[in-house]
């Protein structure tokens, strides 16, 4: 299968790159619903996972596979230390911040939110979500970029990604269940 996926990978970069991030993003929110909200099946909310996997498929994988390639060719594709950190730096400051904004505002829009609801959420999470990226990816990176071959970043951050997507499902998503709970209480 590793195999398969690796010929895939090399053929048809882009593609596998947005069905991989896809199957990643729509798991970490299976996990988050299931896991930490405690949905359970019956309560599950498919079209949130459609919507997420749909993130992943159009602007995750792409954007990121993207990314990779472009820090390669900024910085040098060297696996050492010095230019991993020139790579996270890079990444941490301009890629993150930027990519999260991108992200909420479009599971946001996709919500059905409208642009001031999205200015709101993105006032309530953004920071929060940044620093929590921050504490996580800072160190996943740095081994990313020192031990794994460019190939293979895009694997390895979507297995890290099942970790991160869980937060970030649940954290973009939860403004819906406490606006779905107020609307409950006040009926």
């Known amino acids: 299968m590793l195999r398969w996926y690796l010929k895939c990978l090399e053929k048809y970069p882009l593609r596998m790159a947005s069905l991989s991030t896809a199957l990643i993003i729509s798991t970490g929110d299976i996990i988050a619903q299931q896991v930490i909200e405690k949905r359970g099946f019956e309560d599950h909310d498919g079209i949130r996972t459609l919507r997420m996997a749909c993130i992943g498929a159009t602007f995750v994988g792409p954007v990121a596979s993207t990314w990779f390639r472009t820090l390669d060719k900024i910085v040098g594709s060297q696996m050492v230390f010095s230019t991993a950190i020139k790579k996270?730096?890079?990444?941490?400051?301009?890629?993150?911040?930027?990519?999260?904004?991108?992200?909420l505002s479009i599971n946001s829009i996709l919500q059905g939110d409208n642009l001031d609801q999205v200015m709101v959420k993105l006032k309530e999470d953004y920071t929060t979500v940044v620093v929590r990226g921050w504490s996580l990816w800072t160190?996943?990176?740095?081994?990313?970029?020192?031990?794994?071959?460019?190939?293979?970043?895009?694997?390895?951050?979507?297995?890290?990604?099942?970790?991160?997507?869980?937060?970030?499902?649940?954290k973009s998503n939860s403004a819906i269940r406490i606006s779905n709970s107020v609307t409950s209480l006040a009926q």
């Open 139 to 170: 160190p996943a990176q740095i081994l990313n970029f020192t031990v794994i071959p460019l190939q293979h970043r895009l694997l390895f951050v979507n297995l890290v990604a099942v970790i991160w997507n869980t937060y970030l499902s649940y």
């Open 88 to 103: 996270v730096f890079l990444d941490q400051a301009f890629y993150t911040p930027a990519f999260l904004a991108c992200f």
